[in-house]
């Protein structure tokens, strides 16, 4: 009898446990620091800039301006937002895109270091989180009745004062993963726009904390790519 309610302890403190940390495992979600955890802690002021280093003007069109925008509010919903105090960093100072977009079109898109653009006066930035698109592309390149999101993109921090490289990532970001999807003329423009969030979201995760299942997920969950008949 005494060996009975011994085995019944063990197996109910067994219990006890699993569950406990079932329940931690529940409470801490799949949350997942950033790569560069420490970059943008404290007080800063960061510039989000990005620019294609190839043409092609038919697929990449406004991909580069498109892609600084939601890094920008990412970046600001994710970190000075973010609802977590433990990740919340309300002194970080995202400098808004209308004043990063006025000053290259002021110079044609002409510059030679993203250092450059976060010393102008009217920028005064710590940091720029500089993006350059070496790939862009949506249709297949060997058959233009499919379409399968690649973007190559080299994301480089770099501090302003000295134009030195703080952090630095090279991505390639293909999407639907799997396997390309048939395409038609009404379907393109969303799903361009949605890979563009893809890419975005892919970026500004180097920097915050993020959902790794809702990040890769992304495009099933709001495009059902991977459904697409």
């Known amino acids: 009898m005494k ?22 495992v529940l409470f801490k979600g799949t949350e997942v620091p950033p790569k560069f955890d420490d970059l943008l802690k404290g007080e800063k002021r960061v510039a989000v800039v990005s620019r294609a280093v190839y043409s092609n003007a038919y697929e990449l069109q406004n991909a580069p301006r498109e892609i600084a925008r939601q890094v920008s509010v990412l970046l600001n919903d994710n970190i000075r937002h973010a609802t977590r105090l433990n ?28 250092s450059e653009v976060g010393r102008d006066k009217s920028i005064g930035a710590d940091i720029v989180i500089g993006i350059d698109i070496v790939g862009f592309q949506i249709r297949h390149p060997q058959n233009a009745s499919l379409i399968q999101g690649r973007c190559h993109v080299q994301v480089q921090a770099v501090e302003c004062a000295t134009g030195k490289i703080l952090a630095s990532d090279k991505l390639m970001i293909v999407d639907p993963p799997s396997m390309p999807i048939p395409n038609n003329p ?30 890769d997920r992304i495009d099933a969950d709001n495009l059902e790519m991977h459904r697409i008949n």
């Open 186 to 215: 009404e379907l393109e423009p969303q799903f361009r726009a949605q890979f563009i969030r893809v890419v975005s979201t892919r970026i500004a995760t180097l920097f915050h904390y993020y959902d790794k299942n809702k990040r």
């Open 87 to 114: 990740h919340r960093n309300n002194k970080l100072h995202v400098v808004e895109q209308s004043k990063v977009e006025a000053w290259l079109d002021d110079r044609n898109n002409d510059f030679e270091s993203f």
């Open 3 to 24: 060996k009975i309610h011994l085995l019944l302890l063990v197996l109910a403190m067994v219990g006890c446990q699993g569950a406990a940390l079932t329940g931690l």
